[in-house]
């Protein structure tokens, strides 16, 4: 199958620091990527939908302001946290689709620890 | 809005026993419904979906059956190994656009 790498797969940074996760397609053009996170036992929750080129659509509770979602290009979407604090620890989780009702391929996950 | 519920984990079988991972969902419309496998260390992958009613999703010797009278999507294997083990999720998809609605995954260990 089709290959999403993201990068780095674990990070711990400082409270008040920004952090960048990059999530690229490696063998095919995302005109779609989706960033979900997932607490411990819990299910992958949606954050938000880029399309390549466009403003993210992000979820309802979702802060658009400290999770800042570029998708400059076909292959690449940036997530970034800004001011992180303790309570954004978590696994995030991006994943990217080819085009409309194609399936969607997942990258191996974050784990961002904020201290 | 939608929502995926599956049995919570961890489910701990001994090789070769028959298991079964309970999926139900709540979507208006006519979702597409799939289950990914997360081994240890890894990401996401499709294991199998199926996109219409009655419809029976199948990969490496696991099966799902859509089932709309029921709301259901079991995830069912004959005979499981111990490289089955993983963690299990559900989910929904209502567009080709959207993204999926997840359920809260099964973490499945299987013993020899």
């Known amino acids: 199958g089709a290959v999403v790498s993201q990068h780095p797969s674990w990070v711990i940074c400082k409270s008040g620091t920004s952090v960048k996760i990059e999530c690229r397609s490696l063998?095919?053009?995302?005109?779609?990527m989706f960033w979900y996170r997932q607490f411990p036992k819990q299910s992958l929750m949606l954050m938000a939908t880029?399309?390549?080129?466009?403003?993210?659509?992000?979820e309802q509770g979702v802060e658009k302001d400290k999770f800042l979602i570029n998708h400059a290009s076909l292959t690449l979407s940036t997530l970034t946290v800004t001011s992180a604090h303790p309570e954004d620890s978590s696994f995030y989780i991006c994943?990217?689709?080819?085009?409309?009702?194609?399936?969607?391929?997942f990258g191996q996950g974050t784990r961002l620890t904020v201290v | 809005g939608d929502s995926v519920t599956q049995m919570e984990g961890p489910v701990t079988l001994s090789e070769e026993a028959f298991l079964t991972i309970n999926c139900t969902y709540t979507?208006?419309?006519?979702?597409?419904l799939f289950w990914y496998v997360q081994y240890p260390g890894e990401g996401l992958q499709l294991l199998l979906k199926?996109?219409?009613?009655?419809d029976k999703g199948s990969n490496k010797g696991f099966e799902a059956t859509y089932r709309k009278e029921t709301t259901s999507f079991h995830l069912e294997k004959g005979s499981v190994q111990v490289s089955d083990s993983a963690v299990y999720f559900c989910?929904?998809?209502?567009?080709?656009?959207?993204?999926?609605?997840f359920g809260k995954g099964t973490h499945l260990i299987i013993q020899p």
């Open positions: 994943s990217a689709r080819g085009g409309h009702g194609v399936q969607a391929f």
């Open positions: 063998d095919f053009q995302a005109t779609t």
């Open positions: 880029s399309n390549e080129g466009s403003k993210a659509t992000y």
């Open positions: 979507a208006t419309g006519y979702p597409s």
């Open positions: 199926a996109t219409k009613a009655d």
């Open positions: 989910a929904l998809e209502r567009g080709g656009a959207d993204g999926l609605t």
